[in-house]
């Protein structure tokens, strides 16, 4: 990847030798972090090289008369200015510079603009969000039309946010395309709510998922946390009788069932709780009114997925995961999945692992692990 701002901008901080310097030494550091529990070999899926990220938010300086889109530096406080970003999708990177140009002309889009957020999909559509330190009500019928404006000159959705408000001119969401074992699946991702950045990546890690259901020894219904919109979870319900999947957001919920319905699936329930009031359900400790619809004595449940933030997985969710033949795991986050599967390689033997660069040029890393039990 070609960027202006290497070793100024602190985004892209892993980029000495190139891409396949840094995806090598990546893979070193992984093999050396997990060789007490996983002597086997990982798959490793490569991110594209450059316009590989479709969900990105850049703050705005104002500088004088000005306004520019930065970042954080390498330093410590600092702000790096930029003019364009070869990390962020085509759709996108042509938009930036003629998009934030437009902005600045007008005292009203750009008094008080801290922010903006780009989701687009693999065909162009973009839905743009300006995020604002004032009341837009209190300039909504000005504001909207000189934001209309720029929506019909770059054919795009545009968002106005600011504290406790939200205007949409447009969508606010966008479709894309999933394909997975050959099938292919519609998606519609909402503005503010977590979707998959970086869309080639996000495709491999759900087929490797998907295929490795296969291969376990015997499979009935799938219980999943932390579901998101659906990502994984309409993909996977070809492979169960049935599927019970749990977020406790509100937002991936609607989100998730609206996906499902797009998808004409039948075997997926979706319910708002988090994962540890799903282990109170399930043991009979709680009962939720947001599960009264829900028989849980009538799933045949062998087999868990688990995709959590950052922290991984509390110890009470360990615990409700040891207790599933089969574990489906991704992380975005290697170490606490090292400290999680120390605890379940008790229990389990791990049978693949892999390793996804969700995030090129920086030490994130997505991990993938298949678990199995010897005894039901």
């Known amino acids: 990847m070609n960027c202006d701002y290497f070793g100024k901008c602190g985004s ?67 702000i790096v200015l930029i003019d364009n970003c070869s990390m962020v999708s085509k759709p996108i990177e042509n938009l930036m510079s003629p998009l934030l140009s437009e902005i600045g002309k007008s005292a009203l889009l750009s008094k008080k603009l801290f922010s903006i957020e780009f989701l687009s999909n693999r065909v162009g559509d973009i839905v743009v969000t300006l995020i604002y330190h004032k009341k837009l009500s209190n300039v909504s019928d000005d504001w909207d039309i000189e934001a209309k404006e720029i929506q019909t000159q770059f054919n795009i959705s545009i968002i106005g946010r600011s504290r406790k ?50 291969k376990l020894e015997k499979v009935d219904d799938l219980i999943e946390l932390y579901c998101g919109s659906g990502n994984f979870t309409i993909p996977l319900s070809t492979k169960f009788n049935k599927v019970l999947a749990t977020e406790s957001s509100k937002l991936g919920i609607i989100s998730a069932i609206e996906n499902r319905d797009r998808n004409s699936v039948k075997n997926i329930d979706f319910i708002r709780v988090s994962s540890e009031e799903f282990t109170e359900a399930i043991d009979k400790k709680r009962v939720f009114f947001r599960l009264k619809d829900i028989d849980l004595d009538s799933f045949s449940l062998n087999t868990i997925f688990v995709d959590p933030p950052r922290s991984g997985l509390d110890n009470k969710t360990i615990e409700l995961t040891k207790r599933f033949k089969n ?20 229990t389990h033997k791990i049978r693949k692992m892999a390793i996804f660069d969700q995030f090129p040029y920086t030490k994130h890393l997505e991990m993938g692990a298949i678990l199995e039990s010897e005894i039901d």
């Open 12 to 78: 892209c901080n892993f980029y000495q030798g190139g891409y396949e310097t840094q995806i090598r030494l990546k893979e070193n550091r992984v093999k050396a972090d997990f060789h007490d529990i996983f002597n086997g070999d990982f798959e490793v899926f490569k991110s594209p090289e450059e316009n590989y990220r479709y969900r990105v938010e850049f703050k705005v300086w104002h500088k004088g008369e000005s306004i520019h889109y930065a970042m954080r530096g390498v330093e410590k406080n600092d």
């Open 165 to 214: 408000e939200k205007r949409v001119l447009g969508k606010d969401y966008i479709s894309d395309k999933l394909e997975i074992e050959g099938k292919e699946y519609q998606f519609r991702h909402l503005e503010n709510s977590f979707s998959q950045p970086n869309p080639a990546v996000n495709q491999n890690m759900v087929n490797w998922i998907v295929g490795n259901v296969d």
């Open 327 to 346: 574990i489906l795991y991704i992380s975005c986050n290697p170490e606490t999945f090292k400290r999680d599967l120390d605890i379940l390689g008790k």
